[in-house]
């Protein structure tokens, strides 16, 4: 078989299909491609179903005709219709998708509807769409099929449903729960004569038989309702893919041939001669014709613009790169005025045993507690050691040094990104498109010109340390944030602190390095730093070992505070009304049946307010007092993410057990997705939680977290590189224990994360084998940001999860509860946490005499959550995390 270029020289055709995903917004779609592409060996493009190139436009300066859809379909060989939320009775809900149903003759192609876009098929001829009484979100059933069209040689199918809404064909199945002999499960109805049935879900007795797939029998349309890409579908979802590739082609040469036929008999008729080079003419243009539509011209999105456009495009792009730039040569060559940069050209570093110092404890040896500060702490058993393998293995102390360290902060509301100096002060500010363009723009210059020598295994050298709100996550998927409150206090959507003193924590192996990317001065204050923790190690090893006279304790980390005593005592907690909240519950169950979201993660902000006094004051404005509370809350709540930070006008204490996402320095990531929560409370054992956690409600919620960071992960590396290495595990913390699921990325043509030196020793090929492209290494950073704001605490689909929650939760900004906290590297890694179970306070001008701490907690509601239930669950969070706050 033979294809023909554009200009008619015969070639090859292509071993690689193409093929065109329609994507309703859905928080899976990238799953399903990267099954596509690896099942069937696929090209796959994706195309909104919203796209505005093919409606009318109505700007008198760009009236330019919209693309037709038919014409721009003829470069590929097949469609998918993906899933999304909403009806397919809504034009809103499915856009492009009604399109395909109404191809007729020479314009069709096969077409594989999922989940919506099954349903938008089943409505096109015919059928309607109904509320469920249970809707099925995260819930794996058996489904019943007698193996025929895409069903063939498929054994038992275990196959992952998120709907709420489903297909009716008036099927006696569905009106009458019977049928007269078996046979008649699989015909077509009166109501649908041209839609086949090919498979049925009888799993739940109140929604009784649920129409599971089809055929149109007349056009190449196939539809399946479940989802063949969940992680937990098994291993016949991609062998029905395969089957649907293998009925598409086989439909696609029918056709080529029947063209052929058509294109040689109207010649032979007129009575020209039949010759080899005629065939062979005939052949190149049938194929063309048949399978790839005749002159390609919509070969690519860009092939529509014009010139002037493209050009536009290339100055745009240069205009966002210019103010990152500008803000990234201050901070390494200075402003000439009161700013004076360092270049991070060379990495100073030492090392020493921790023995049993403690972070808390190296930080106040370094008077961390009086001024700002950042400090990223992993819990600890009694032994030092990390609570859980592969998480909590570092701890990372960022030095602010008073008077100079600069910061990065941006506003959602009026898109500025600021560069402060060290006394808080604006050096340089402008509005941005993208602040995540511009912050990935400065931290690539940024990087060291030369890899550091020495111990370097240190996953931190320096860089931007801060938090982004969930507010900043927001934009990343087109949705607004709600606006502030006009007696709200100012607090900056995004704010990191370039960090160029750190120390950090090996718990694993007791190790600490004590590092500076300040330029070729710094080595004296490094063995200066490592000289004073060398000693504090002996004296707490003098302190700790038993003795008949033993010595006082320097390191007591929480003596008793008279101060801190009356301030807690002043404390009254205000929580979040039930019956306010049970209510929101309810509405958002009731989004949830209309099918417009699988599981919504709503939330809310409680309080813990204390009475301000003099006495109070400097004990306060010094941070002591934040310090203090942060000892307690990471002693009574051992968590793997903790952190303390204290910059401009926001203290955060956090004890998050939930890791955002961490990558390393060639770009291989990893995040650890948490849903399903139980408290640990008097009678309820180990075995009660993990019978709790086995439920089909906690393992739904978690389930599908893990589709939709597998989603999100997909989209940045690509199919083959995303990998579950842990599904829905029980870890146990300090209050509580909680689902755990494990998802990790590797850039392709890079063997797997960096070596993790077990010993003292650091090997010499710790990072990878291979080392990473520039477009690799930015592949962890590309994968942090397209995933935000964090799929455990918004649900899925998540665009249309945000905008719910945002009306449900009475437009109140989240801020930085809900948002991620951690650090970018300038070696090119990072690491992230979510920042939950975590309390801020927000200094402001007003002369209220209390001091207010915002605690905010929630959970995932799905169709199985009971209103109380969601509440005692969200009040159990806000205990675990308000229980330091209290005496």
Not at 321 to 331: L, T, W
Not at 388 to 406: A, F, H, N, W
Not at 606 to 620: G, L, S, T
């Amino acid at each position: 078989m033979m294809a023909i270029k554009d200009e008619g020289t015969p070639v090859a055709p292509s071993t690689r299909p193409k093929i065109l995903y329609l994507d309703a917004y859905d928080s899976f779609s990238n799953n399903i491609i990267a099954q596509v592409e690896q099942s069937i060996g696929a090209d796959v493009s994706k195309l909104f179903i919203d796209d505005s190139r093919f409606r009318a436009n109505s700007e008198p300066d760009r009236a330019e005709e919209p693309l037709s859809l038919t014409e721009y379909l003829k470069d590929f060989d097949a469609v998918i219709a993906g899933p999304g939320p909403g009806w397919a009775t809504d034009e809103k809900d499915v856009g492009l998708m009604q399109d395909l149903w109404k191809l007729e003759r020479d314009d069709l192609l096969p077409v594989l509807g999922i989940c919506l876009g099954f349903q938008s098929m089943a409505v096109a001829f015919g059928a309607e769409t109904t509320t469920m009484i249970e809707p099925r979100h995260g819930v794996v059933s058996d489904i019943l099929h007698k193996g025929h069209s895409i069903f063939s040689n498929v054994d038992q199918l275990l196959a992952t449903q998120y709907h709420s809404l489903q297909v009716s064909i008036g099927h006696a199945i569905q009106t009458k729960r019977a049928v007269r002999y078996p046979g008649e499960l699989w015909e077509a109805t009166e109501l649908c004569p041209l839609l086949e049935p090919l498979a049925w879900d009888f799993d739940n007795k109140k929604n009784g038989a649920v129409l599971m797939a089809l055929r149109h029998t007349e056009k190449p349309f196939w539809g399946v309702q479940f989802h063949p890409e969940s992680i937990c579908t098994n291993k016949e979802g991609a062998n029905i893919i395969q089957n649907w590739w293998e009925s598409a082609m086989t439909w696609n040469t029918k056709r080529a041939l029947s063209q052929t036929v058509e294109l040689v008999v109207e010649p032979l008729a007129a009575g020209a001669p039949l010759t080899m080079d005629r065939l062979r003419d005939v052949w190149g243009l049938s194929y063309r014709d048949a399978v790839h539509g005749k002159k390609r011209k919509l070969n690519a999105i860009s092939s529509n613009k014009s010139f002037d456009e493209a050009v536009r495009e290339v100055v745009e792009f240069e205009k966002q790169r210019e103010a990152p730039r500008k803000i990234a040569n201050i901070i390494l060559y200075g402003d000439d005025k009161t700013v004076k940069g360092y270049e991070p050209e060379m990495l100073h570093c030492a090392t020493t045993g921790s023995g049993r110092l403690t972070v808390s404890n190296v930080c106040e040896i370094f008077e961390v507690q009086r001024s700002e500060a950042i400090v990223l702490e992993s819990g600890l058993q009694s032994d030092l050691l990390p609570l859980k393998v592969g998480t909590g293995r570092y701890s990372i102390i960022g030095l602010i040094i008073p008077g100079e360290t600069l910061r990065l902060h941006y506003y959602s509301d009026t898109k500025t990104i600021q560069l402060r100096g060290g006394e808080d002060e604006v050096v340089f500010e402008t509005v941005v498109q993208d602040v995540w363009f511009a912050i990935k723009t400065i931290m690539q210059r940024l990087k060291p010109r030369h890899t550091p020598s020495g111990p370097t295994f240190a996953p931190f050298w320096g860089g931007l340390v801060g938090f982004a709100s969930y507010e900043a996550g927001l934009e990343t998927i087109n949705v607004v944030p709600s606006e502030r409150l006009k007696d709200e206090p100012i607090v900056p959507d995004i704010c990191f602190a370039y960090v160029t003193r750190s120390i950090v924590f090996d718990h694993q192996v007791k190790k600490i390095y004590v590092q500076s990317i300040r330029g070729a001065d710094d080595r004296a204050w490094v063995m200066d730093a490592i000289d004073r923790i060398y000693d504090a190690v002996g004296q707490k090893s003098v302190v700790t070992t038993p003795s008949s006279s033993p010595a006082s304790n320097p390191f007591d980390s929480i003596p008793q505070n008279p101060i801190l005593d009356a301030y807690l005592r002043s404390g009254k907690a205000v929580l979040a009304d039930s019956f306010d909240y049970e209510s929101r519950v309810r509405e958002c169950q009731h989004f949830i049946s209309e099918g417009h979201s699988y599981e919504l993660c709503f939330t809310t902000q409680n309080r813990v307010e204390y009475r301000k006094m003099d006495a109070f004051d400097e004990d306060i404005m010094s941070g002591e007092l934040s310090w203090k509370l942060y000892n307690r809350l990471t002693k009574q709540n051992t968590a793997p993410f903790s952190a303390y930070m204290r910059l401009h006008n926001m203290h955060i204490l956090s004890s998050s057990p939930e890791r955002y996402i961490s990558w390393d320095r060639n770009g291989s990531a990893q995040c650890r997705p948490i849903k399903g929560t139980v408290q640990k409370r008097p009678g309820v054992t180990a075995v009660d939680a993990l019978a709790i956690l086995s439920s089909p409600k906690e393992r739904a919620e978690n389930l599908m977290i893990v589709d939709l960071v597998r989603h999100q992960l997909h989209g940045v590396y690509g199919a083959g590189n995303v990998h579950v290495s842990q599904l829905m595990e029980v870890e146990e913390y300090e209050t509580l224990w909680q689902l755990v699921s494990v998802i990790d990325a590797v850039p392709h043509g890079v063997r797997g994360k960096a070596r993790t030196p077990e010993e003292w020793e650091e090997p010499a090929d710790y990072i990878s084998g291979k080392k990473a492209s520039l477009n690799a290494s930015n592949q962890g950073y590309e994968a942090f940001v397209n995933s935000l704001p964090p799929g455990s605490m918004t649900g899925a689909p998540k665009k249309r999860s945000c905008e719910i929650l945002k009306e449900l939760e009475g437009n109140k900004r989240r801020g930085i509860y809900s948002g991620v906290l951690g650090y970018l590297d300038v070696g090119g890694g990072g690491d992230f946490s979510v920042v939950i179970r975590t309390a801020v306070k927000i200094e402001s001008d007003n002369d209220s005499d209390k001091d207010v701490w915002t605690i905010g907690a929630g959970g995932a509601v799905t169709a199985q959550s009971t209103p109380q239930g969601e509440y005692e669950e969200m009040v159990g969070k806000f205990n675990s995390t308000s229980r330091p706050f209290k005496l």
